[in-house]
């Protein structure tokens, strides 16, 4: 290899690693979704959770069996639903190689790993329009995806791209709840399709905004 590619290689790879960070009140911004996410959790995981027999009961076919994708999935997903605007905060404000950052980022990974594939069973399994389980399934194959690419840009230590796919992993955790959320407040289960296909568009809208604002 030339000096010339050499130089190039390793400029890239500095220009990679090196974390730039948004005008503080974008980068602060994810930290709204926060309350967003607790209602979520308060007023539907929560009495979901408590009354779980018979809603299970209902969505997945009565099967006793079937019920514990449901009871994994639940617990597992409220972790990545929680911490997710606190973790995407810390990376977009210079923080990314802090302590905090880091462990935060491997329990997010490790819950969603333990939630992946029983919330790709329970859209199979439930008792919802067709249009509706399918959204779900590409949104679960959507999950899987970001969450891997994140943690291999990331590993690779091309933060730009880390930043990027995390970004689009919890847009896809988030609309877990925003299709659950249509759905309860009478919206019917063709809002939930609607918010899931919005949510694949609208990240992709707003990651080159975000990066342009970047510094």
């Not at 950052?101 to 333990?114: C, K, N, Q």
């Not at 199979?124 to 194959?141: C, Q, R």
């Not at 899987?144 to 791209?161: E, G, M, W």
């Not at 988030?174 to 694949?200: D, P, Q």
Request: aromatic share 10%.
């Amino acid at each position: 290899m030339s000096l010339a590619a050499r130089s190039s290689t390793v400029a890239d790879n500095v220009i990679a690693d090196k974390p730039t960070s948004l005008p503080r009140p974008l980068s602060i911004a994810p930290l709204a979704l926060l309350p967003i996410a607790l209602a979520f959790f308060v007023n539907y995981a929560v009495p979901y959770a408590r009354n779980f027999a018979a809603r299970a009961t209902y969505l997945y076919h009565g099967v006793p069996k079937n019920h514990v994708w449901l009871a994994l999935h639940i617990p597992s997903a409220a972790v990545p639903l929680l911490a997710g605007p606190v973790q995407i905060a810390l990376g977009l404000s210079r923080r990314g190689r802090s302590w905090p950052h880091r462990v935060l980022g491997w329990i997010i990974a490790a819950s969603t790993l333990i939630s992946i594939p029983p919330a790709m069973v329970c859209a199979f399994l439930s008792e919802n329009i067709l249009p509706h389980k399918l959204s779900l399934i590409a949104l679960d194959i959507y999950w899987t995806v970001t969450l891997a690419a994140a943690l291999y840009f990331v590993k690779n230590k091309n933060i730009q791209l880390h930043r990027d796919f995390m970004i689009r992993y919890y847009a896809a955790t988030l609309t877990f709840v925003t299709n659950r959320m249509g759905t309860h407040l009478g919206g019917g289960l063709m809002s939930g399709v609607a918010a899931i296909w919005i949510t694949f568009l609208g990240v992709e809208l707003l990651i080159p905004r975000l990066r342009s604002a970047a510094w």
